[in-house]
């Protein structure tokens, strides 16, 4: 009986250990077969004569709506061909194909319905295709690349958007507007305002800016002091505005916003910038004007009723103000008069007036491609 059961537990084991035996040679055969086939892969590396042209842009029985225009980038790299083939049901505004590095243009075809047209890339470069149509149209477009040579063939590349401000308008470009700046005075205007002298006891004076022509809103610091000395601050103003203007996201944001508290590309480079330096003990009454008429007016009234004496910009003016920062809409004159009113009967006060005017300029800019290795 004894023997018996061990004469069966030889026989399990013995079919359990073949068993085990095949389905390990057998994954083992498999891994083998497998890196056999990848070494063979390896070994079939291409050659020369392998390469041909190669799709790289398949665009099939594309609807284009009356006056929309279509746009496609590819590369190639230095020695490669490219060959391009495109076909409309009807005849098209333009076809225009060009170097993104550089903004060339390579080649254009005009009220065309069919093209077929090969190149070869001299540099690694991004190409653009800008298709105009006049009517709905519908298309087929294909780009093919060949390599010239084995190592351009296993280069990858990414193709990269960026925009590039231009210095004149090209055929291409985009133009929206930026502001421009410019300094009305060479040097700060440094102004007096006497103690008592007159009358009324307050001592007057005025300054007539002269806004340059294109000028569409100024920046304006007064700085009010007790004391006769310069800062490093005076005549910085232009500065600060380059500064402030940089810090602005300008996305969405109009340029121009003097008259309101809505947001504006100017109005957010004023709300960048500190008021002078202020002397606690001195102020001014400081007036804005648009008419010369109503200098005189100032020049030659007593009393403390300003509103019946003359006629003064009364959202940019303020009374018994210390330093001062300010944004100001171009008058229709070209001129602004700033008047200035002692508040002290005891001891003379002192302003200095910077301005910097803003002006609305061209802005080109063109969409540009770069390459960028993956």
């Known amino acids: 009986m004894k023997k018996s059961y061990f004469h069966l537990s030889s026989i399990i084991f013995l079919i359990f250990f073949s068993c085990n035996f095949s389905s390990k040679q057998s994954n083992e055969d498999t891994a083998t077969n497998e890196s056999e086939f990848e070494e063979k892969i390896v070994a079939q590396e291409i050659t020369q004569e392998d390469l041909v042209f190669e ?12 006056g929309a225009s279509f746009k496609e980038v590819f590369y190639g790299l230095s020695g490669d061909s490219i060959r391009i083939s495109f076909k409309s049901d009807v005849p098209i505004k333009s076809f225009a194909l060009s170097e993104e590095r550089s903004g060339r243009t ?3 075809f005009k009220n065309t319905q069919a093209l077929n047209y090969e190149f070869d890339v001299y540099f690694d470069n991004p190409f653009s295709i800008a298709i105009e149509f006049y009517r ?3 298309f087929n477009l294909e780009v093919f690349r060949k390599s010239a040579t084995v190592e351009n063939y296993k280069q990858q590349y990414t193709i990269v958007r960026d925009s590039v401000v231009v210095e004149n308008k090209t055929p291409r470009c985009i133009t929206t507007k930026k502001i421009g700046y410019e300094n009305v005075f060479n040097e700060p205007k440094k102004l007096i305002i006497s103690r008592v002298i007159s009358i009324s006891g307050k001592s007057k004076v005025y300054v007539p800016i002269e806004i340059p022509k294109n000028t569409k809103e100024f920046i304006y610091t007064l700085r009010i002091s007790g004391r006769d000395y310069s800062l ?3 005549g910085k103003l232009f500065d600060k505005v380059k500064t402030s203007s940089r810090k602005i996201n300008v996305l969405g944001l109009p340029l121009w916003d003097s008259n309101s508290s809505g947001s504006s590309l100017s109005r957010e480079i004023l709300n960048g910038l500190f008021p002078p ?8 009454n400081v007036f804005f004007f648009d008419k010369e008429r109503e200098i005189k007016k100032f020049l030659n009234y007593s009393g403390d009723e300003h509103s019946s004496a003359f006629n003064y ?11 001062r920062v300010g944004l100001i809409k171009k008058p229709a004159s070209g001129y602004s008069y700033l008047g200035l009113q002692s508040t002290s009967s005891f001891s003379n006060t002192y302003a200095w007036l910077d301005v910097v005017a803003l002006s609305e300029q061209d802005l080109f800019y063109e969409i540009r491609y770069s390459l960028k290795k993956k």
Do not use: M, R
């Open 55 to 66: 799709p790289v842009i398949t665009k099939k029985s594309i609807f284009i709506k009356k």
């Open 106 to 108: 390579v080649k254009t």
């Open 136 to 138: 709905e149209s519908y």
């Open 232 to 234: 490093p601050e005076d």
């Open 277 to 284: 330096k202020k002397d606690e003990d001195y102020s001014l």
């Open 313 to 323: 910009d009364l959202n940019n003016s303020a009374l018994s103000t210390q330093s």
